[in-house]
Nanobody, 122 residues
Framework: QVQLVESGGGLVQAGGSLRLSCAASGRTTSNRFVGWFRQAPGKGREFVATITWSGSTTYYADSVKGRFTTSTDNTQNTVYLQMNSLKPEDTGVYYC???????????????WGQGTQVTVSS
């Protein structure tokens, strides 16, 4: 089973950028999805973006389309989330996890890691 570790969070002003990383250990499968999820203070966890390990297919939540881009580096077994034009409402803990499309929405399949905190100040 692949294990995933997030990093790259921090404090940034509104309009700024951050790049998150999700490093995988273990075997990955090219046509399987890895997803980004986030949890804002006092709210439930929500889907942000997902990509196949091959990098060929991506999906984004409407709230981040045009601002966030997810990509893969297969040589490093790492997935990235480039976040531009950040807004205060993007604040939260960001997690990566294996993902699957179920019931019209993206769900996480594995156990949750520590996540990485992203704070966007206004």
């Amino acid at each position: 089973q692949v294990q995933l570790v997030e990093s790259g969070g921090g404090l940034v002003q509104a309009g700024g950028s951050l790049r998150l990383s999700c490093a995988a250990s273990g075997r990955t499968t090219s046509n399987r999805f890895v997803g980004w999820f986030r949890q804002a203070p006092g709210k439930g966890r929500e889907f942000v973006a997902t990509i196949t390990w091959s990098g060929s297919t991506t999906y984004y939540a409407d709230s981040v389309k045009g601002r966030f881009t997810t990509s893969t580096d297969n040589t490093q077994n790492t997935v990235y989330l480039q976040m531009n034009s950040l807004k205060p409402e993007d604040t939260g803990v960001y997690y990566c996890n294996t993902a699957i499309l179920m019931g019209g929405g993206w769900s996480a399949m594995g156990s949750w890691g520590q996540g990485t905190q992203v704070t966007v100040s206004s």
